[in-house]
């Protein structure tokens, strides 16, 4: 229990830095992102105005940051310019949709990932393990962008599939399976695009991890009793290799949001990416940080989680904290 | 051996197109600023040694287009032809902003084109573009790497040998922020610098935010090399001779790590000019009309694009074979690095 | 001349040992050991691993200071020399470490890992550097064309003779040798032990060798101490300790030397 309370500290503590580091640089320029805005014509002079009252724009920093932070935990996570509405209010619906897509991504992604590197490993150096490394590798070579565009233009072209967004225009009042079906549709190229990005690293730690577990000694005696290979595979190997999978397993939540930032973007899928972008161009700068926050914050939260399962596997990181 | 084969020929292909990118404005037949309004999303003009009526040429030539009054929409008239130039004068360059000429390798007179790689929306050539797209594109990946591993290497060997605070915090820091998702990260640091800038102020930022990414992990691998270095007999051996810690460091422990960061420069180059890419992609990069692969691929978010004018994806093509070499050599660089004596 | 080369006077040396959950335990690795040796004569120290004999070795040469004690180099204390006056003292006794695989960087050349102390003390040019290093190499019994290998393409025996020579490019007067026997073949033994009885007949070295192997103590010390939990539990000439050994310890360690001893080990060979 010590142990996740140190991590859970330590989570807190980069996201409270984050902010700062947010808060500082957004300080270093200040003159051009206050000037910038009020010369966008998008914005609204009221609304500018009603930031500076709120937040305090020509104050110190640390009081504008302790202004932000007081509008975090009521809730708000600031004021955004262009939509003219609290922060979190413009956040929350997109993280429901980032976090769809990724969940998908992410199960598809290792399920593969594992299946496939277990069957290779299992196999060294045979005709499964050759190809596997050679599809993979140029896999890892494509980014994640030409995918995307590549995809794209096939779901264009060929009308299979829809060319981005979450929902089609005429779903609103349909039945639940045929949302669903909607919804699956949409889902397709995005998660593809994302798995096909993830999957090539995945894959190969989990095969190299998997290839030296099954070549340590005691699961060549475990073979040697007379084990089946499955057998030897799930209850000897896996274990054992649970421990790096899992801290892969940690890293890779970052790994597939910035993968779908960019598959959210080009395939209009409304997440998190396209309002940050949005945001970005459109100087609404509490939108930025809010975003910055709320990405890190799943990022770490997903990593928390790999460490608690960690915790839980292995006795010795239990023998260690007591 | 194949072990060389995987390494001299990537090797040498990259120099190669380095070099090639750092002649852009020779080997490019337009400057990349350069637009023809009248021949937007012109496909790539072919290059014909026989003419129409079946004549051969030795020096090739280029039919003129004639447009039939749809947009972007062209037939070759074969009556009309221009033989390809070579060596002729054209727009002005520099080259590394220090040698001014304006020979260029081939062209075609006007008005006749010769877009290798088709044209864009606005009618500049992509080829053009391509050439000193990639000057952006992969310098800024080998920059920001250079930088990477520059702040990696003092902050890891730092570290690894003074051990302490400042290993506690390295390794702390660098921990928390790997699970970050860099690409938030990223255009985080980018929001936060003003949007309009001028081109080589835009290049530097870029290359110092990008840099900022992955110094964590060469730091880490640094250190561990140091730290294991720093305990070898034969330094302490160094040390009774009376050797002072400088030149332990320097003729020691640190020669260990040019394995490790060669490796790493590798591994990051290619994904530091993907970083480019990806900023320049969404806007965020380089500013038109200075071309990078990254803006050149956006035009291809729109469906239209996307669909009509296949050549458009040409540098996207052409990005992937770039990335395909740096990525043989950082196989074999592992490989070398595992078998070293070291 | 029996003069007395080294003295070693009431040596402690004290270890705190820091555990992650903040416990503190002291670890006392020497606890006051006296000993003195002439000049061109060898004394062995033995003992099993943990026995102090390695700090011992490494505090003498003044890679560790120690706790408290005095090491008096020909006449001089050098527990009160500061760093400056101490340098002097440093090369007139170099150490010979184990494992000289980890002792010799892998990516020097022969050559150079002779020069190298050389090198660090900034004598001589470059090629004076690289002459003197080919002497010191061709003393030990390592020819030229060795000179330009890699370490891990040199057997074991030649990296303790590479070792060795670059102990010797300083001039030192005083060798200490920790473990200079582990790892290598018992012929190979035979012929550094050869060796180290040639070099200190030519140039009237003295040896502090430390080693666990009896036999080998026996065959080349002038007296051996023998060391337990950091102390001298026993000293004296090696017919006496190895023969009629006093102490209950040394008759342990003997009758074990004894056994293996009997298995057939041969010390003679050839290269």
């Known amino acids: 229990m010590r142990y996740l309370f140190h991590r859970v500290v330590q989570a807190v503590v980069v996201l409270v830095a984050i902010s700062i580091l947010s808060f500082v640089l957004l300080h270093l320029a200040p003159g051009e992102f206050f000037s910038e805005i009020r010369l966008n014509p998008q914005i609204s002079l009221a609304s500018v105005d009603a930031l500076r009252a709120q937040y305090g724009l020509d104050r110190s920093l640390p009081a504008q940051y302790g202004l932000w932070v007081r509008s975090a935990l009521k809730g708000d996570f600031g004021y955004s310019f262009a939509y003219n509405r609290p922060v979190s209010s413009l956040i929350w619906p997109r993280v429901r949709n980032t976090l769809l897509l990724n969940t998908v991504a992410l199960t598809l992604s290792w399920l593969f990932a594992l299946l496939l590197g277990a069957w290779a490993a299992a196999r060294p150096g045979g005709w499964e393990d050759r190809l596997s490394a050679v599809g993979t590798s140029t896999l890892f070579v494509v980014p994640d962008l030409m995918f995307a565009l590549a995809f794209l233009m096939v779901a264009v072209r060929t009308r299979w599939f829809p060319a981005g967004g979450m929902m089609s225009l005429d779903m609103t009042g349909a039945t639940t399976s045929s949302q669903l079906r909607d919804l699956s549709a949409h889902l397709f190229l995005p998660v593809l695009t994302i798995g096909l990005g993830t999957f090539p690293v995945l894959y190969r730690h989990v095969r190299s991890a998997m290839a030296e577990a099954l070549a340590s000694p005691f699961v060549r005696a475990a073979r040697g009793y007379g084990l089946r290979r499955n057998q030897v595979l799930f209850r000897q190997a896996l274990p054992a290799v649970a421990n790096p999978l899992i801290s892969l397993l940690g890293i890779s939540f970052g790994l597939l949001l910035s993968t779908s930032l960019l598959v959210e973007i080009v395939f209009s899928w409304p997440g998190l990416g396209p309002i940050l972008l949005e945001s970005i161009l459109g100087r609404d700068i509490y939108v930025i940080v809010g975003i910055v926050i709320v990405s890190a914050a799943l990022a770490i939260i997903g990593n928390l989680f790999a460490d608690v399962l960690l915790y839980w596997n292995d006795p010795r990181i239990r023998a260690e904290w007591r | 051996m194949s072990l060389s084969r995987t390494f001299v020929v990537p090797l040498a292909v990259l120099l190669l197109l380095h070099f090639v990118v750092v002649l852009a404005g020779f080997i490019a037949p337009y400057d990349p600023a350069t637009q023809f309004r009248d021949h937007p999303f012109a496909p790539p003009t072919r290059i014909h040694f026989f003419d129409s009526r079946g004549g051969f040429h030795l020096r090739p030539l280029v039919y003129l287009w004639k447009s039939n009054g749809e947009f972007a929409k062209y037939e070759a008239d074969t009556t009309r032809t221009a033989p390809l130039r070579f060596f002729l004068s054209g727009d002005t360059y520099s080259v590394l902003g220090v040698f001014h000429s304006s020979l260029h390798l081939f062209g075609v007179d006007e008005p006749a084109h010769v877009f290798i790689l088709g044209s864009d929306g606005y009618g500049r050539d992509q080829f053009s573009r391509f050439l000193f797209g990639g000057q952006i594109s992969l310098f800024s990946g080998l920059l920001a790497a250079g930088l990477s591993l520059g702040l990696g290497l003092l902050l890891g060997s730092a570290a690894g040998y003074h051990g302490g605070l400042l290993d506690a915090l390295l390794m702390r820091t660098t921990e928390a922020f790997a699970a970050l998702p860099w690409l938030y990260l990223l255009l985080a640091l980018r929001a936060f610098l003003p949007l309009h800038m001028s081109p080589a102020q835009t290049f530097l930022l870029l290359i110092a935010v990008i840099g900022m990414l992955g110094w964590g992990r060469a730091a880490r691998l640094v250190r561990g090399i140091v730290l294991s270095a720093k305990e070898r007999n034969y330094v302490v051996a160094a040390r009774g001779f009376g050797a002072t810690e400088w030149y332990l460091l320097r003729r020691h422990v640190l020669p260990q790590t040019r394995g490790v960061i060669l490796t790493q420069a590798a591994i990051l180059i290619p994904q530091y000019i993907l970083a480019e890419i990806t900023l320049s992609f969404l806007g965020l990069g380089v500013a038109e009309p200075v071309a990078s692969w990254g803006n050149m691929l956006s035009a291809l978010q729109q469906y239209s694009v996307l669909t009509s004018y296949w050549w458009m994806i040409l540098p996207g093509l052409l990005l992937v074979t770039v990335l395909l070499r740096y990525y043989i050599l950082a196989q074999s660089l592992e490989l070398r690095v595992e078998s070293s004596p070291y | ?271």
Request: aromatic content about 2%; hydrophobic content about 40%; glycine content about 8%.
């Open chain 3, 1 to 271: 001349m029996d003069e007395t080369l080294l003295q070693v006077c009431e040596l402690t040396k004290v270890y705190a040992d820091r555990r992650p959950a903040g416990r503190t335990t002291e670890v006392r690795a020497l606890r006051e050991v006296s000993l003195a040796i002439a000049r061109g004569r060898t004394l062995a120290v033995i003992g099993e691993s943990g026995s102090g004999k390695s700090t011992l070795a490494r505090c003498i040469v003044q890679l560790e200071a120690p706790t408290s004690g005095q090491i008096c180099f020909a006449g001089t204390d050098l527990t009160r020399l500061d760093k400056r006056r101490l340098q002097p003292f440093r090369t007139r006794m170099q150490l010979v470490l184990q494992g000289s695989s980890a002792a010799i960087n892998p990516g020097f050349r022969g050559w150079e890992v002779v020069a190298e102390p050389l090198r660090i003390q900034k004598s001589g040019s470059a090629e004076e550097q690289r002459s003197t290093a080919l002497q010191c190499m061709q003393q030990v019994g390592l020819q030229a064309d060795l000179a330009e290998r890699l370490p891990h393409r040199l057997s074991g025996g030649q990296l303790q003779r590479l070792a060795i020579a670059r102990a010797l490019v300083l001039n030192p007067e005083l060798l200490v040798l920790d473990e200079p026997f582990t790892g290598l073949d018992v012929s190979i033994q035979a012929q550094i032990a050869n060796l180290l009885l040639a070099l200190q007949r030519e140039g009237s070295l003295t040896y502090l060798l430390v080693v666990h192997d009896l036999m080998m103590a026996g065959a080349l010390a002038d007296e051996i101490a023998v060391m337990q939990d950091g102390q001298i539990v026993e000293r004296g000439i090696p017919a006496g300790v190895l023969m009629t050994p006093q102490q209950e310890y040394t008759r342990s360690l003997v009758t074990v030397a004894r056994g293996v001893a009997s298995t057939g080990a041969s010390t003679t060979g050839s290269l």
